[in-house]
């Protein structure tokens, strides 16, 4: 008995197919639209960049901090002075925490960075700005069992709507590992925004409002924690949620940072 002869493929196998690539078209001209309208621009410049919020003229501008620096502060000397030498600062006034280390200066571009992240609800630049911390901390994130952002009080986390510290800290841990704790440390107190104070009204406008939840103080006890937050002026922000990590029985707490403010000398 004769094989039977395939049969054509039918048009309406045909039609579906085209449809279906039609449909996809449609679906992707929306984003299209959008990206030949509104093209991703650098945050610093505003011109047109293709990548993670900065172009590349201005992430030369950012001044990366390396060695040498205090091994306690971070703060980078403008020589080397040899091992173990500590700067004026960590003499004169010896935080709470161990050690801290962040990846750039404070400077122009980093606190437009820094900015759009806390006030533009441009979370698009936390994946960058936390792997450069992650880069800058390797050190205290080798030893670390824990990373613990700066909180918000709960109002201000309201209007906001999330926690650039979180934000990083999100990041920093995919890079590193270590687990994130965003629960461990509350903000009891509302406070002043710091902007404007003085060093010794900066400390007195956090002081007693960090707290350990009476819940998680025994994950805390003996335990090596890396606070994070996006940038250090004084330290006194940082300090007080040291104290309070501390109070609760940490073994150590060091600190983690995107920007810090250096002063010129």
Not at 201 to 222: C, I, K, M, W
Request: charged residues 25%.
């Amino acid at each position: 008995m004769d094989a039977e002869a395939s049969p054509p493929r039918s048009i309406s196998s045909h039609l579906r197919g085209a449809l279906g690539a039609c449909r996809d078209a449609f679906a992707h001209l929306p984003r299209l639209a959008l990206d030949i309208a509104l093209p991703t621009l650098c945050v610093s410049c505003r011109e047109p960049v293709d990548g993670e919020g900065v172009c590349a003229a201005c992430w030369a501008k950012l001044s990366f901090i390396a060695p040498p620096y205090c091994p306690r502060l971070g703060i980078p000397f403008v020589y080397d002075p040899g091992p173990d030498m500590l700067s004026m600062e960590a003499i004169a006034s010896p935080p709470a925490y161990q050690r801290a280390r962040a990846a750039v200066r404070y400077d122009d571009v980093a606190r437009t960075l820094v900015h759009a992240l806390k006030y533009q609800d441009r979370t698009d630049l936390a994946p960058a700005m936390g792997r450069w911390m992650a880069r800058a901390g390797g050190e205290l994130l080798a030893g670390a069992d824990m990373l613990v952002p700066v909180p918000l009080h709960w109002r201000r986390a309201w209007r906001r709507r999330y926690n650039q510290s979180g934000a990083l800290a999100r990041i920093i841990e995919r890079q590193s590992g270590v687990r994130l704790r965003g629960e461990v440390l509350r903000r009891v107190r509302a406070t002043e925004q710091q902007i404007g104070l003085s060093r010794a009204q900066r400390a007195t406008n956090v002081q007693g409002a960090f707290q350990v939840s009476p819940d998680r103080q025994a994950e805390v006890q003996g335990r090596r924690i890396v606070l994070i937050d996006d940038v250090l002026t004084s330290g006194a922000t940082l300090d007080a949620c040291a104290r309070a990590l501390l109070r609760a029985k940490a073994a150590q707490v060091d600190v983690l940072v995107f920007a810090r403010v250096v002063e010129t000398r």
